[in-house]
């Protein structure tokens, strides 16, 4: 059957296999992801049914992995790497933006970097400290890269294979709060282009422009605003490089005002971009200043601490309050 | 010369693949050295003076010594010319830098032997991986000297394919290139191809992470892979007594791969060394680490003046042990060579500089737009708008003012 109802993490492994079936080229690398199938089972049985050579549990050295599969690239394979942890990509982050970036330019384009790297990001599951950040504008800020990030599992099938087939680094940030959230996947679609965003509710008064694992929240405030009668436009950006600025234009022309939710910090994040860039394409279609709704200027807190530090409904119904009462 | 090896090649996966444990049982003698203080104990098959060293009275070289008992009169010219072209392209390119012709220049003075000894051992289908300093293995994998120039005069970040010669880019940041070689061998591995790779590093780059890194995937995965450091004692101005309180190459045991230090300056156990070492490669043997130890005459680049951190007697110690010297002493007392083939051979290096030089005054600036080319290979809509931004403002000033 075509359509199916699965988790995101099953969409995900789903995915990677029909990758490794599709192409003898691909390879899976990380720490874990072989007999375990990942610290989240992303990875689950693809080791038993592809074998050591094609999914390959890595040293636990970041550097190693990534600068690995540079090279491997650069011989033809187009590995998949896992990140175990947001937190963790850090010691790997020199290869990513030193050389992964740039090979491609400074061959002046002789080169190519297939290479995804998934990291599952985020917070809200009451991990330790390095296991719930969102440092995707660290990786957007770097020419080169492309950064997504699914936030159901329809997205989690096709943008894990599109990012697999692209020809670019591709930092594919997994929102892991949302690994056990089910959905409908329809494996013959044609699926969306892989840096458009979607409407994931059409809406008239204002416009929540979010990715990951904020949409499911802001899927919520919308219908809870609601019922308060205020018709709430939900856009999936999916993309945070390169964002789809057309599509947000689109919304904010027809709703007039913008919020941005992210669990990022708040400042110099994607939203601060977007807030920049709309206020320059649709100065005179404004009725309000783009609002910003994320993460505080402070390390991602203890995990008894994270619901008051990720943004909840009530935060965004609040920004969303503020933007109508302009 | 032949760059074929004197041992016989069996395929990688013939099963005759020893586990990466017993690749020690080929730990070469000279892994003897007993501490970091003492005379360095280097295979050297050709003496400061030119004399070639008598293997049946120095057992530690009777390992690689076979490795270059094809290397006819021919061929010992033949690396003396590779030496002696490397060494008048670099002090050409120094001299341009001076002129102002290049922002920097990283010279390879007093490292020829290491860098054409191993650059000569390698197979057409081996893969390099270059710091930003193997102009000389660059001239061994038939790159055009005057393509090394762009990046240093700022007209690219490269300048050559690295799929014409399987030589790759240059790296800069220091010790990154060691992983990419690892994770190329891998897949030569995975190919079941019999070719391998050589991963060119400096002292000062051992201490990196990237480099232990390395050190433990090709380890773990027994990859075929030389990792080729040109120990050339200083790291800008940092001696290796701030790298490393063990000889480098002894760093291998821990990895569970052999390490071997070879004088780096003698051209011709380089070449034999790194023939032993790619051969350990091909058969399945896993990486092994050479320790080219050396020394680097100039400065670390042209930026930097080594007077202020290092002694003139220093310098002129390892002035006695000058690679193409020795060679030249050796070929002249031999017979190899006479003074007409040397002269000949300095004309032939002058031609070559005036077109070294002729090529950069003439390299043309990159055209403004190529700012935006290449930054992704499936385009991405940020560069595109900007780009379009861009050339709208450079047309805004068509017939203006």
Redesign the interface.
Known sequence: MAVQKLTIAKALNDSLRKALEEDPKVLIMGEDVGKLGGVFRITDGLQKDFGE?RVID??L?E??I????????????RPVVEIQFDGFVF?AY??IV??LA?M??????????PVVIRIPYAGGIGAVEHHSESPETLFAHV??L?VVSPSNASDAYWMLQQAIL???PVIFFEPKRRYWDKGEVDVEAIPDAL?ASRVARAGTDITLAAYGPMVKVCLEAAAAAAEEGKSVEVLDLRSM??????GIQASVEKTRRLVVVHEAPVFLGVGSEIAARITERCFYHLEAPVLRVGGYHAPYPPARLEDEYLPGLDRVLDAVDRSLAY | MTVESTAARKPRRSGTKRPAGAASAAKPAAATAKTHDAEPQLVQLLTPEGVRVDVAENPDVAEFAPFVADITTDDLRGLYRDMVMTRRFDGEATALQRQGELGLWASLLGQEAAQIGSGRALRDDDYVFPTYREHGVAWCRGVDPTNLLGMFRGV???GW???TNNF??Y?I?IG?Q???????????A??GADSAVIAYFGDGASSQ??VA??F??SA?YNSPVVFFCQNNQWAISEPTERQMRVPLYQRAQGFGFPGVRVDGNDVLACLAVTRWALERARRGEGPTLVEAFTYRMGAHTTSDDPTKYRRDEETAAWEAKDPILRLKAHLLATGGADEAYFAELEVESEALGKRVREVVRSMPDPDTMAIF??????G????D?ERAQFAAYLASFEGGE
């Open positions: 050579e890595t040293p050295a550097s190693g990534v600068g690995t599969a540079i090279g491997l690239a650069l011989r033809g394979y010691p020199d290869q030193t050389q740039k491609h330019a400074r061959s002046l384009g002789k080169i190519k970097m020419p080169g492309k692209s020809d670019d840096h490089s390169p964002v789809d600025f057309d | 690219n970040h490269g394919d690295p799929t790759h880019l790296t940041v990154s060691t992983l990419h070689a690892t994770g190329y061998a891998m897949g030569v995975k190919d992470g990237d890194e390395a433990t995937f773990v080319e290449n930054v992704y290979a499936d991405h809509a940020l560069v708008e």
